[in-house]
């Protein structure tokens, strides 16, 4: 299990195959969460102990790994049944984490702000008439603007 990190560096994560959607939300809350589809458990304990990523695994029989009861890898057992959010709102309490800046919720990579005319051969023409805020992924490159959508998942975090 893990322990508290109130100075270091925000903690990174690696979500198992199911955890797809935790991954995202944890990227909105503003966390660098890795998820590939339909990886075994042998390359995720691999990945999670080269990376020193937190390992997020719903799957009881992985967490009693030797790695994982050694401490060699950090993990975080989340519970069953738990819809998205709900499971986010479990690692957000159990690892005390607070809300960060939004990260790219396709990768987890850095949002940084751009310029509004620089989104212009992008953005859907009606977005770009009344949005000004736009930022793209450092990592993915990928195009956001702060629209209904992006308001929508801020106030469920809120919600936190
Ligand atoms: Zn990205």
């Not at 957000?92 to 990768?107: F, I, K, Q, S, Y």
């Not at 992008?122 to 990592?139: H, V």
Request: proline fraction near 6%; charged fraction near 25%; charge should be positive.
């Amino acid at each position: 299990m893990c322990e508290d990190l109130p100075n270091a560096a925000a903690p990174a994560f690696w979500c198992d195959a199911m955890l797809g959607g935790l991954a995202r939300w944890l990227r909105a809350a503003g966390y660098d969460a890795a998820w590939q589809e339909g990886i075994d458990d042998a390359e995720l304990l691999r990945l999670a102990l080269a990376s020193g990523r937190i390992l997020l695994t719903a799957d009881t029989r992985l967490a009693d790994h030797g790695a994982i009861r050694s401490g060699r890898i950090r993990a975080l057992l989340v519970p069953h049944g738990m819809g998205k959010f709900d499971q986010l709102a479990f690692v957000v309490r159990a690892l005390a984490l607070p809300l960060r800046e939004p990260r790219c919720m396709a990768c987890g990579g850095a949002l940084r702000a751009i310029p509004k005319e620089s989104a212009r051969p992008e953005a859907p023409p009606r977005t770009y008439a009344w949005c000004d805020e736009f930022c793209r992924c450092s990592r993915c490159a990928k195009l956001f603007w702060r629209g209904t959508h992006w308001r929508r998942i801020e106030s469920r975090l809120a919600a936190l």
